[in-house]
């Protein structure tokens, strides 16, 4: 299956960041005229980003979209915080671009139930699964409440892709990031942060304290998705990993992005069934 994106779009997010950062009661022009595509999922970190920015009481505009970049952006909602339409054809293919207080958890669960669990493209699941899988995907935005400090709150959004039958789903937030809190953790100051990320999806692995509880929600998901010949991405500060059916790719990013986002791209095309093992069903097993 196709990378939908990659290191190269995040370096592009994180660029944005860094070329305003110091921006302060101005008015800051986002130029899009270059960009022939933009994969819609991607507006959790893009959105996260410009929020960050109007939080600076800066005047936040997206200026020469070309049409099908504008179409895709106002589709989901994302254009309607910069002062235009919310299409309302989406042609079912959009999951809506929404920022999440940190307190808003139950709102987020019904989020995941209604806009994403849903979805008919998603493979076969059984009930304990796909009870599952979502629990495992509240984690993600849990971890991000509880380990990541945030205070711009927490974005998500949604793309499908029929043609190439890919379903992507991302979660973002601009807290102290992934790596931060490893090395805090571990004591390891110069750990790489692909490294941090790759330790803290591994198994077993988690920066909880006490009875309070951790790690990325990323295990079910991970087996699944290798089953599913999906992929996960995560970015957070000047670490990308990436994992699909064999082992992740880490890499070095050249700018930092502030903070973290996981995205979840689910093959579509796959007509298998899935289960828990404890189902014993004839079913692929996880």
């Not at 509880?146 to 499908?160: A, D, E, L, V």
Request: hydrophobic share 35%.
């Amino acid at each position: 299956m196709p990378t939908m994106g990659g290191m190269q779009d995040c370096e592009a997010l994180a660029q944005i960041y860094h070329e305003t950062i110091d921006s302060k009661f101005d008015d800051v022009e986002i130029d899009m005229g270059n960009v022939n595509w933009f994969d819609a999922d991607l507006c959790a970190p893009f959105g996260a980003i410009l929020y960050s920015i109007s939080q600076q009481l800066n005047n936040v505009q997206l200026v020469n979209l070309i049409p099908h970049v504008r179409n895709a952006l106002a589709r989901n909602g994302f254009l309607s915080y910069y002062g235009s339409e919310w299409f309302t054809y989406g042609f079912g293919t959009t999951i809506e671009y929404k920022r999440f207080d940190v307190k808003d958890d139950r709102y987020f669960a019904e989020y995941i139930q209604d806009k994403l669990m849903r979805r008919t493209e998603i493979p076969n699941m059984s009930d304990g699964l796909r009870k599952k899988f979502q629990e495992s995907i509240f984690e993600i935005f849990n971890n991000a409440v509880i380990h990541s400090g945030t205070k711009h709150g927490i974005f998500s959004c949604g793309q499908y892709f029929p043609k190439r039958q890919w379903l992507n789903f991302t979660i973002a937030d601009l807290g102290v990031g992934i790596p931060w809190n490893v090395r805090q953790f571990q004591g390891l100051h110069d750990l790489a942060a692909a490294e941090a990320i790759d330790w803290a999806t591994s198994d077993n692995n988690t920066t909880k304290r006490g009875s309070v509880p951790g790690g990325l929600g990323l295990k079910l998901l991970r087996e699944f998705i290798n089953k599913n010949e999906g992929e996960i991405q995560i970015v957070s500060d000047l670490g990308y990993w990436e994992c699909s059916s064999g082992p992740p790719k880490l890499a070095a990013m050249e700018r930092r992005f502030p903070g973290t986002f996981v995205r979840i791209c689910i093959n579509t095309g796959d007509t298998n069934s899935y289960a828990l093992d404890s189902e014993r069903s004839n079913s692929n097993i996880l």
